[in-house]
């Protein structure tokens, strides 16, 4: 079955703290990996794919394919941070692109 | 950034209504998407719409939906008799490919 998990509902950091947001997936098959990030009243946006391998806003995820694990994290939180994070898949390639998503985590940086 | 826009951003109706929501992408991508988060719940994936035709949809997608894109630029989505438990927020979006993808910013829909 194709699922992705976010464990946590809700991450509260300092700002100045490192930060982790777990993701773990099921998929039998080549998935694309993808973080979408939720601020405030705005529209869902993408923040991060594992093809391109960038770091935006300071953010990185690495996929790694023997634990299905795809975590997002950032060295030192800021409070423009606080969003809600959601951890997506995709079949990589042939496919209408359509996405599973995980539950969500919110994320609270407090000053 | 492409914008997605959605009409309207909230909808209320009474059970057993029909409601047509919109989308409208304002650019020449080819795959839209329909998707809804109920209060509290993840994502879902409804439909994906290309070619002017589905090219996928999940189980939720019942007879009681429909979508099509009656004018070349609008995207709809149909709901015939909707349930109290069609209450979500739908999300449209829209890709050039099987990549990223551009989020509307949602119809929060509520059944009476």
């Known amino acids: 079955a194709q699922r992705v998990t976010q464990p946590e509902k809700l991450l509260s950091v300092f700002k100045g703290a490192p930060v982790e947001l777990k993701c773990n997936y099921s998929?039998?098959?080549?998935?694309?990996l993808f973080w979408y990030v939720q601020y405030s009243r705005q529209r869902l946006q993408l923040l991060l794919r594992?093809?391109s391998r960038e770091s935006i806003k300071g953010f990185t995820a690495d996929l790694n394919k023997g634990e299905t694990s795809f975590h997002l994290k950032k060295p030192f939180a800021q409070e423009e941070d606080s969003a809600m994070y959601y951890c997506?898949?995709?079949?990589?390639?042939?496919?209408?692109?359509?996405?599973?998503f995980g539950q969500g985590t919110t994320l609270q940086v407090k000053p | 950034e492409p914008e997605v826009t959605q009409t309207p951003s909230h909808q209320v109706t009474q059970m057993g209504q029909e409601v047509i929501l919109r989308c409208v992408p304002i650019?020449?991508?080819?795959?839209f998407y329909w998707y809804r988060q109920i209060l509290g719940q993840k994502v879902e994936f409804l439909v994906s719409?290309?070619?002017?035709?589905?090219?996928?949809k999940s189980e939720i997608f019942d007879d009681q939906f429909s979508v099509e894109r009656p004018d070349g630029s609008n995207f709809t989505l149909k709901i015939r008799s909707t349930k109290l438990e069609d209450s979500a927020m739908y999300f449209c979006?829209?890709?050039?490919?099987?990549?990223?993808?551009?989020f509307g910013p949602g119809t929060r829909l509520t059944v009476l």
């Open positions: 650019s020449n991508h080819l795959y």
């Open positions: 594992h093809i």
């Open positions: 998929y039998s098959g080549s998935p694309e």
């Open positions: 997506a898949l995709s079949r990589r390639s042939g496919n209408t692109g359509k996405l599973i």
């Open positions: 979006a829209r890709a050039q490919g099987a990549g990223e993808q551009f």
């Open positions: 719409f290309y070619n002017n035709e589905i090219s996928e």
